[in-house]
């Protein structure tokens, strides 16, 4: 696996940069997912008609890759039911109706913390996951038995329209200090780096400002390469080092914290508030008026949108995320998660299409990919059933960033098929594994 500067250069479209996060009026309702992180779904431990306040634990960890739930609002429990995430797996949902108090779980203390068990026990009890969308439980990158030298904070933000990182490393670049220091404590890091892309010059220049008396800490400014903010991307564009198919930053030595993760850790060692809230991008063509919200974790889309004006024209999609690898959503019923940093209305001039046509074999969709693979044989192999082939093009290493679709003439669905052959070669693995059993 060959990484390098490979990428692409896309319309940044940062229209609420420097904008402020703005508190929206608290919702009638709110819906908490019990799998807003990658692994097992929280298990429900409140019933309908209980009484919960901002805080209250409505779903515990179940299992060691999984994250606590906490209500957003207080109000009282209407509804419990699976729903389908936005991964297409059922979970169960905790529906809220608010009292519109936003009373504070009267328990809420901060954690004590005296040892490196006592700070990894915090960041599980905080709820917290990585913010910047992949939704992996904070803690459990604490949590290893590996080595580690390094800690890298990732505020690359290289999707076009996203700023709710931005905004926090301006306006909480206190918090990130304090959440790094506390963790550099316990872990006695050899580096701390945190990566920023170089068009993002507020905040470089304000973690620059508040981590000048750290010596340890350096700030980094990262061409603005799109997929800079992918993991492995950055572990390798700061630090040099290759996380290999199936390996973690761990494994290299590193631990890779969002910075909107890292400013809510502070929030929790200082008082106690689990995750509730989230600062999200409210953007794209259709949105009348753009901002960075903070909004409680369940709040639907449509309630959001409402706060930003509505919109301007009937959006032809509205995504969880960025254009590049954000996930349609099926209406606005669906609720802000813990990992949504951004959500955007889409209209038509942004979402022209054109007709597909045959591989010109241009060579420019693995001249992009940031790990030097071709999605145009995988997509062959594919279509072909060739499993043995698949695995040998190395489709296992594709991030899904989005950039061979982007960069393809012929306007194929590449991504697409690399996501699809991925789901092959893991169903053919399960398949041996258990003719093995």
Same mark, same amino acid.
Do not use: H, W
């Given at each position: 696996m060959a990484f390098s500067l490979k990428g692409i250069h896309v319309p940044h479209r940062k229209n609420?940069?420097?904008?402020?996060?703005?508190?929206?009026?608290?919702?009638?309702?709110?819906t908490l997912l019990t799998a807003m992180h990658i692994g097992k779904p929280a298990k429900p431990i409140v019933k309908v008609g209980d009484s919960v306040s901002v805080g209250t634990l409505i779903a515990?960890?179940?299992?060691?890759?999984?994250?606590?739930?906490?209500?957003?609002?207080?109000?009282?429990?209407?509804?419990?039911?699976?729903?389908v995430a936005s991964n297409g797996r059922k979970v169960p949902a905790i529906t809220i109706e608010s009292d519109g108090q936003m009373t504070v779980e009267s328990s809420i203390v901060p954690p004590q913390v005296n040892s490196k068990e006592d700070f990894i026990e915090a960041v599980k009890k905080s709820g917290l996951v990585g913010l910047g969308g992949a939704g992996f439980p904070t803690y459990v990158k604490f949590a290893t038995d590996k080595k580690i030298d390094t800690l890298i904070i990732n505020g690359a933000e290289c999707e076009p329209y996203i700023t709710s990182d931005s905004i926090t490393m301006t306006e909480r670049a206190d918090d990130i200090l304090f959440a790094i220091e506390t963790a550099d404590k316990y872990f006695n890091f050899e580096k701390i780096i945190i990566g920023i892309e170089n068009n993002k010059k507020a905040a470089i220049a304000k973690m620059k400002e508040v981590t000048s008396n750290n010596s340890k800490i350096k700030v980094v400014a990262?061409?603005?390469?799109?997929?800079?903010?992918?993991?492995?991307?950055?572990?390798y564009h700061t630090t040099g080092r290759t996380i290999r198919v199936g390996q973690l930053p761990a494994d290299v030595g590193c631990i890779v914290c969002n910075s909107s993760t890292m400013a809510n850790l502070a929030n929790f060692l200082k008082t106690g508030m689990p995750l509730v809230e989230k600062v999200i991008t409210v953007d794209g063509g259709a949105v009348k008026e753009p901002k /960075?919200?903070?909004?409680?974790?369940?709040?639907? #889309? !449509?309630?959001?949108?409402?706060?930003?004006? +509505?919109?301007? $024209?009937?959006?032809?999609?509205?995504?969880?995320?960025?254009?590049?690898?954000?996930?349609?959503?099926?209406?606005?019923?669906?609720?802000?998660?813990?990992?949504?940093?951004?959500?955007?209305?889409?209209?038509?001039?942004?979402?022209?299409?054109?007709?597909?046509?045959?591989?010109?074999?241009?060579?420019k969709c693995t001249n992009s990919c940031p790990f030097g693979i071709?999605?145009?044989?995988?997509?062959?192999?594919?279509? /072909?059933?060739?499993?043995?082939?698949?695995?040998? #093009? !190395?489709?296992?290493?594709?991030?899904?960033? +989005?950039?061979? $679709?982007?960069?393809?003439?012929?306007?194929?669905?590449?991504?697409?098929?690399?996501?699809?052959?991925?789901?092959?070669?893991?169903?053919?693995?399960?398949?041996?594994?258990?003719?093995?059993?």
């Open positions: 609420t940069a420097g904008m402020s996060a703005v508190r929206m009026p608290v919702p009638s309702m709110v515990e960890q179940d299992g060691f890759v999984s994250s606590p739930v906490y209500s957003s609002v207080s109000g009282t429990v209407k509804n419990i039911s699976d729903v990262l061409k603005s390469v799109y997929p800079q903010g992918g993991e492995k991307v950055l572990v /960075n919200v903070i909004a409680p974790i369940g709040t639907t #889309l !449509g309630d959001v949108f409402d706060f930003c004006g +509505g919109f301007t $024209s009937d959006p032809v999609k509205v995504l969880y995320g960025g254009p590049m690898m954000g996930i349609a959503v099926p209406d606005l019923s669906v609720p802000v998660l813990k990992q949504t940093n951004a959500i955007l209305a889409l209209d038509k001039k942004e979402t022209k299409t054109a007709k597909t046509t045959a591989c010109i074999k241009c060579g071709n999605p145009a044989a995988i997509a062959k192999a594919y279509n /072909n059933n060739d499993v043995e082939l698949v695995e040998k #093009l !190395g489709a296992d290493t594709c991030m899904l960033c +989005g950039c061979c $679709s982007y960069v393809c003439p012929a306007k194929r669905p590449l991504a697409t098929t690399n996501n699809l052959a991925k789901a092959m070669l893991a169903a053919d693995r399960a398949k041996k594994k258990e003719g093995n059993v």
